[in-house]
């Protein structure tokens, strides 16, 4: 049997090596996990979330476990964009990763200056526009509950950058098809579903929240079943590629996206526990295309039959 064709079009004219992506939040600048893990193995590093200015995020305790999965409420900790142009992008340049930047801002003003300085530095394959984060009270609200505000962002980017255009959606949102509507039609070019869903834990010995920002995003293994059904429902209500993301730990958790229509699958919280969690995920998925006789990735992409058997 040929070497079986992992290269999958995730849309914007870039094609990636294979579908597995480091997912922002969970991977730093991707520096951090250079000694552990070889990021060229991967079809892209998603680096955590550049602001205009550098943000402090919240005051800890700020990360929870919980029975399946993790809540988090850093707050978009990062640099800044003028010290990530400076010292992080270089390095990751130079070893030929795939790299693509997630950002955000607290105005939609502020997402077009993070975007247009990043559109000017080479080594960028893609630019991630967060609206979805479930801990930025600046925002008034997560954005990407909200079709107007969602399309007002998403517009101000697209003005500002030549590069595929990413918008990461929320799963916080009783239609989020009609969402990604929205960033479809402002000019978003791939729609990357979802972020964490808004949660909270309590300590009962001290009657109080555990996190200090009272809530935060839930990720990890609970999540999955919701956002493949998200997924799902975006693949049919856009015209868009679609990124899965949500509680992927094994092959077969990144090979049901697939399944349902991702193009691609970014593993978060997987990588906190086990650095080496991408490519082990990519030789996974390799060995079950090989053991089905498929040849393409690609061709195995939304081929999920639309009849249940008896």
């Known amino acids: 049997m040929a070497e079986i064709d992992l290269r999958v079009d995730v849309g ?13 939040g969970t ?6 996990y250079a000694g552990v893990t070889d990021l060229r193995v991967l079809g892209a590093v998603v680096v955590k979330g550049i602001s205009r200015k550098p943000s402090a995020g919240h005051p800890p ?3 929870v476990e919980t029975p399946a999965g993790m809540l988090n409420a850093i707050g978009l900790q990062n640099i800044g964009v003028e010290r990530f142009l400076a010292e992080k992008l270089p390095w990751l340049r130079e070893r030929g990763i795939t790299v693509v930047v997630n950002c955000w801002g607290n105005t939609v003003e502020e997402y077009g200056d993070v975007v247009a300085a990043l559109d ?15 801990n930025k009270r600046e925002w008034g609200g997560i954005i990407a509950t909200d079709t107007k ?37 402002a000019g978003a070019d791939t729609l990357c579903v979802a972020n964490t869903y808004l ?16 809530t935060g995003g839930l990720s990890g293994p609970a999540i999955k079943p919701l956002n493949l059904r998200a997924v799902y429902q975006v693949v049919h209500s856009t015209k868009l590629p679609v990124i899965g993301i949500g509680g992927i730990s ?19 919280t997987a990588n906190l526990y086990d650095p080496g969690a991408g490519p082990k995920i990519l030789r996974q998925i390799k060995k079950f295309l090989e053991a089905e006789g498929i040849d393409h990735v690609q061709d195995f992409v939304g081929s999920l039959k639309s009849e249940v058997s008896s």
């Open 61 to 63: 305790p700020r990360l």
């Open 250 to 268: 094994s092959g077969n958790d990144a090979l049901e996206y697939l399944l349902v229509g991702a193009c691609a699958v970014q593993v978060g």
């Open 12 to 24: 914007g004219g870039l094609v990636l090596a294979n579908p597995v992506i480091a997912a922002s």
């Open 120 to 134: 000017a530095a080479p080594g960028i394959a893609a630019l991630e526009v967060n609206i979805s984060s479930p």
């Open 199 to 214: 949660g909270m834990a309590v300590d009962l010995r001290r009657r109080q929240p555990v996190l200090s920002n009272v």
């Open 27 to 32: 991977f730093g600048y991707g520096v951090e």
């Open 149 to 185: 505000r969602t399309a007002e962002v998403v517009a101000v980017a697209r003005a500002k950058t030549r590069r595929p255009l990413w918008v990461k959606l929320s799963p916080n949102v009783s239609d989020i098809a009609e969402v990604a509507r929205a960033a479809q039609d």
